[in-house]
T-cell receptor
Framework: DTEVTQTPKHLVMGMTNKKSLKCEQHMGHRAMYWYKQKAKKPPELMFV???????INESVPSRFSPECPNSSLLNLHLHALQPEDSALYLC????????????FGEGSRLTVL | GQNIDQPTEMTATEGAIVQINCTYQ??????LFWYQQHAGEAPTFLSYNVLDGLEEKGRFSSFLSRSKGYSYLLLKELQMKDSASYLCAVDTNAGKSTFGDGTTLTVKP
């Protein structure tokens, strides 16, 4: 299994809603990442988990809250988002932190109304 | 900080060869990735260069010069399906990869 699976593929939410994005990998990778990608822009790193611990937070607003329940799962909890947060949210994993290729999921396309 | 530059757009003809350049300025450099991203899809890995020189993988080759802060991706025998965005990403010892803005390649018949 060489896949990173993300759910949901599409999500529409209001500014007062609470929702979560989920990511799963079964490759035994020890690093997992959340990226945000706006149209025609590159992926921007949000968070890095290394061995299930948050190792990098790229000054992301607190309305985004990551969680790593175990080595295979990564969640991104969303609360009180703004319309400008609408984007493609990509989860990725790598075998070890800070090295090796990133395996990306297909992304969750988020629209905030 | 990091500065990664690549051309915004390129156009080439089916069957031709195209070279996409990437220059970077960074500290703690580990290596350089190239990813391909088709519209509406996730990026997929193409290559990773750590040492200077050319690495060939089928129709795609990637070159790195660490002293010059320069890399290129070479695509041979272009096919229509190669139309995509090509992302250069710098891997550093800070534990993360930073992406350039990407080069949108259009392959025409």
């Amino acid at each position: 299994d060489t896949e990173v699976t993300q759910t949901p593929k599409h999500l529409v939410m209001g500014m007062t809603n609470k929702k979560s994005l989920k990511c799963e990998q079964h490759m035994g990778h020890r690093a997992m990442y959340w990226y945000k990608q706006k149209a025609k822009k590159p992926p921007e790193l949000m968070f890095v988990y290394s061995y299930e611990k948050l190792s990098i937070n790229e000054s992301v607003p607190s309305r985004f809250s990551p969680e790593c329940p175990n080595s295979s799962l990564l969640n991104l909890h969303l609360h009180a988002l703004q319309p400008e947060d609408s984007a493609l949210y990509l989860c990725a994993s790598s075998q070890e932190p800070s090295t090796g290729e990133l395996f990306f999921g297909e992304g969750s396309r988020l629209t905030v109304l | 900080g990091q500065n990664i530059d690549q051309p915004t757009e390129m156009t080439a003809t089916e069957g031709a060869i195209v070279q996409i350049n990437c220059t970077y300025q960074t500290s703690g450099f580990n290596g350089l990735f190239w990813y391909q991203q088709h519209a509406g899809e996730a990026p997929t890995f193409l290559s990773y260069n750590v040492l200077d020189g050319l690495e060939e993988k089928g129709r795609f080759s990637s070159f790195l010069s660490r002293s010059k802060g320069y890399s290129y991706l070479l695509l041979k025998e272009l096919q229509m399906k190669d139309s995509a965005s090509y992302l250069c990403a710098v891997d550093t010892n800070a534990g993360k990869s930073t992406f350039g803005d990407g080069t949108t390649l259009t392959v025409k018949p």
